[in-house]
């Protein structure tokens, strides 16, 4: 998200810059100038990875996540400030604005709270009680308010107007109960104290609707449902707003069934307290107060009540998909950082049964160098013939590693690759099941087909399961990051916030590890700070007619590739072996003559710098420092000469499932299993361990302590060491734990049911999207798994 995109509003006469900056400084707790730095460098087109590693003198040394705060909470305050411009400058054009409303709005610190000060001012369509004031009857509502002696049925006989459309009294006091309530429901203070309270004290109720029983089989756990606000987790809430989605579930907003049947209701009682009404609910109440009874109950039944059921069903829909946003984001972030195995030549085998094995050979930088499709399973059984078709491609290749598919077939396809391995003793070959989720998609892509216009589509996949086990992230940024299915309710949630937190997610990664120019493919150059994607092309373009870039500097020769492109992404784009060594480090061009001042001192090289922590012992970092280069800079140079081109990834290491356990039916409880994590939600973890259909470990079953986050204990990617706790074949369920020590079988657990649908395989979806119904392909990972976890 570029916060730079609210400037329009931000440069309104009536919008205070400074209070902007001060509104920042004290909700993220940092100092004002901090806050003033990092904003001009946004509105000036810097990016966050590039702020947070090269402009930390700027910022005070922010980081990355502050930054990705400030960047959001700014877009948010400066529409805030503008929208407050805009309800200050409408009163003012109706000449009701008072110092003391004047006041309450320049208070106002959300935009909740801003538009319940504007309610009555907000220009809106015809309602009732404008019908009643129109009719004269604004001070019979007053009258009936004030004055404590007045008999209401007596009062209203001097406003019965037939002329007017009031027909007789009880239509007088209807009208004034309707301009009353209209009042009370636009007192801003009055809504925020109802508001609190409702949330504090209110449930979320969800009932079948009548008729639908069968058609919503699926959401019968929701039926006649009821919890309370505060404590509904975000799956759930999702789940209950896909069942009203699909027609299933009617959702209402109310008080237990207990306060709701007590007379007067505490909502009620709580609004005549708040406005100092005389109402009485007595039998023995004096018509004023009976009246005033009713247009407390009439204030909360017809217009605060209906309000809030909208208002706290959006909240918690906002609420419960930036929780799934952000669960996708962390996911996404640890796949996307996965250990990657490097420049290693590896087979790809893209497992199937009927329609053959895909196979591809890359050589250490990723080229696809062979193809080819064999049939070791049904029904051809051509298995001597793969085997001898593989072994030629290892031969002729020099193969090191191979990739394997996670998804059908995929253990017996790994049974022909050990085979391979023992037909091959002195090949040093290593086998790797990879998460294949999404190589169908990025087959299928646009990408894809200009990237292997002559390649038939099923053999891409192979080709991108090869390339995600020797570098995942250069290969997962060609996918779009939700057919990668780390999410939980992906398909539900606002698409334009999904995309944008991906988006930064992938930046963030991406510039994080850094991108070898020469080697890079447009998808993954597109990504790096300050690049785009006709940027991205045009550089490939370059590469392909004119070779390997030798200097960072002849970045400028690439059309449209200007200053500003070269200061924003030339500090995260590497040239390996190229003419200048400090072109292959994250130390930014426009800091070499730092790191010169620093070989003039020592009489060195960079060459013999580089990578020699010695050469630089006995310097202090404070030496080096600068009007322009402050201490932090000169610190992460001192690392980046003792370390180049530093991957922040984890080492590569290698998960291999149990022989004889490829079925769900060859597990039995207590059996103690090596896995994979590979998607992670907020009630727990899926683990893959090599039987084609995840495992659950409950949050309650991550860890001997008490677990808040599953993050906190398990990421993606992950291996791990879990024993199988129960096994559900008829419902293709199992359920895993990660205390060794657990007893095994059925157990209780915490209600955290995920919502409705069929079981996930550990294929990533490409066998649901094979096999089901459109409209279950929709169903994520957190959807299709342990639909309904019982308490």
């Given at each position: 998200m570029n916060a730079s995109s609210p400037s329009v509003t931000a440069s309104s006469p009536l919008v205070d810059p400074a209070r902007i900056i001060a509104l920042l400084a004290a909700e993220l707790n940092v100092r004002a100038s901090q806050i003033e730095a990092t904003v001009s460098l946004l509105d000036d087109g810097a990016t966050v990875p590039f702020i947070a590693r090269y402009r930390k003198e700027a910022t005070g040394g922010l980081d990355d996540t502050v930054l990705r705060n400030l960047e959001v909470r700014l877009a948010y305050v400066r529409e805030l400030e503008s929208r407050r411009a805009a309800v200050l400058e409408s009163i003012t054009g109706q000449g009701k604005l008072t110092p003391e409303l004047s006041e309450a709005i320049a208070a106002a610190d959300t935009k909740q709270r801003l538009e319940d000060l504007y309610a009555p001012f907000k220009p809106k369509r015809r309602t009732r009680a404008q019908i009643a004031r129109e009719a004269g009857l604004q001070p019979l509502a007053d009258l009936l308010l004030t004055e404590r002696t007045a008999d209401p049925l007596v009062a209203a006989q001097d406003y019965v107007n037939e002329e007017l459309g009031v027909k007789d009294t009880r239509a007088a006091l209807d009208g004034a109960r309707d301009i009353l309530a209209e009042q009370f429901s636009e007192n801003a203070d009055l809504v925020a104290d109802m508001r609190d309270y409702l949330g504090q004290h209110g449930f979320l109720y969800s009932k079948v609707i009548e008729g639908k029983e069968a058609e919503g089989a699926n959401f019968r756990d929701w039926f006649d449902f009821r919890e309370s606000i505060r404590s509904l987790p975000s799956h759930r809430v999702l789940a209950l707003l896909r069942g009203r989605q699909q027609g299933a579930l009617d959702l209402r907003i109310g008080l237990s069934d207990e306060q709701d049947a007590l007379v007067p209701h505490p909502c009620v009682e709580r609004i005549s307290r708040f406005l100092e009404l005389e109402a009485d609910y007595s039998p023995s109440a004096s018509a004023r107060g009976k009246w005033l009874a009713d247009v407390a109950r009439w204030t909360w039944r017809v217009k605060m009540l209906t309000a809030f059921e909208s208002e706290f069903i959006t909240k918690l829909r906002e609420e419960a998909e930036a929780e799934a946003i952000r669960v996708f984001a962390a996911n996404l972030k640890d796949l996307l950082l996965a250990a990657p195995a490097g420049p290693k030549s590896v087979l790809g085998l893209d497992p199937g049964i009927r329609t053959g094995v895909k196979v591809a050979a890359i050589d250490k930088t990723g080229k696809v160098l062979d193809t080819a499709t064999i049939y070791p399973f049904e029904?051809?059984?051509?298995?001597?013939?793969?085997l001898a078709t593989l072994a030629a491609l290892v031969n002729k290749h020099k193969i090191e590693l191979i990739a394997i598919g996670n998804g059908t077939a995929s253990r017996e396809t790994e049974k022909l690759a050990a085979e391979l391995i023992e037909a091959l003793p002195n090949a040093g070959l290593r086998k790797i099941v990879v998460s294949e989720a999404g190589a169908?998609?990025?087959?299928?892509?646009?990408l894809a087909s200009k990237e292997f216009p002559d390649m038939d589509v099923s053999l891409r996949g192979a080709v991108s399961i090869a390339r995600r086990l020797q570098d995942p992230l250069a290969e997962l940024v060609k996918i779009e990051p939700k057919a990668i299915g780390v999410g939980q309710y992906q398909h539900d949630i606002n698409q334009r916030e999904l995309a944008r937190s991906l988006d930064t997610v992938i930046e963030d990664c991406v510039n994080a590890v850094g991108v070898d120019v020469n080697t890079a493919s447009a998808a993954l150059l597109s990504r790096v700070s300050g690049l785009n994607s006709t940027l991205a092309r045009n550089i490939v373009d370059w590469r392909d007619q004119n070779g390997a870039f030798p200097t960072r500097k002849t970045l400028m020769d690439v059309s449209r590739f200007g200053a500003k492109a070269f200061e924003q992404a030339a500090g995260f784009l590497r040239i390996q072996n190229g003419d200048n060594p400090l072109d292959a480090s994250a130390v930014h061009p426009e800091a070499y003559p730092v790191v010169e001042r620093i070989l003039d001192k020592i009489r060195k090289d960079v060459?013999?710098?580089?990578?020699?922590?010695?050469?630089?012992?006995g310097l202090s970092p404070n030496e080096f420092t600068d009007e322009r280069f402050g201490l932090p800079t000169v610190k992460d140079i001192f690392l980046e000469l003792e370390k180049p081109g530093r991957d922040p990834r984890p080492e590569f290491k290698t998960v291999t499932f149990q022989e004889g356990v490829e079925t769900i039916k060859d597990l039995s409880e207590g059996m103690i299993l090596d896995g994979v994590v590979t998607n992670v939600a907020n009630f727990g973890a899926f683990v893959d361990i090599g039987v084609h259909q995840d495992g659950l470990v409950h949050i309650s079953a991550l860890s001997e302590t008490f677990v808040k986050d599953p993050r906190d204990v398990v990421r993606v990617g992950q291996a791990v060491k879990v024993k199988v706790q129960e096994v559900d074949v008829a419902r293709?369920?199992?359920?895993?734990?990660?205390?060794l020590n657990d007893d095994t079988g059925p157990v209780a657990r915490r209600d955290s049911r995920p919502g409705a649908a069929a079981p996930r395989?550990?294929?990533?979806?490409?066998?649901?999207?094979?096999?089901?119904?459109?409209?279950?392909?929709?169903?994520?990972?957190?959807?299709?798994a342990f639909a309904k976890l019982k308490k």
């Open positions: 029904p051809r059984r051509d298995r001597n013939g793969s169908s998609v990025y087959s299928a892509s646009e060459k013999t710098v580089m990578g020699n922590k010695e050469a630089l012992s293709n369920r199992i359920g895993l734990t990660m205390r395989s550990s294929n990533g979806g490409r066998q649901q999207a094979r096999n089901q119904a459109p409209a279950a392909t929709s169903m994520n990972a957190m959807a299709a």
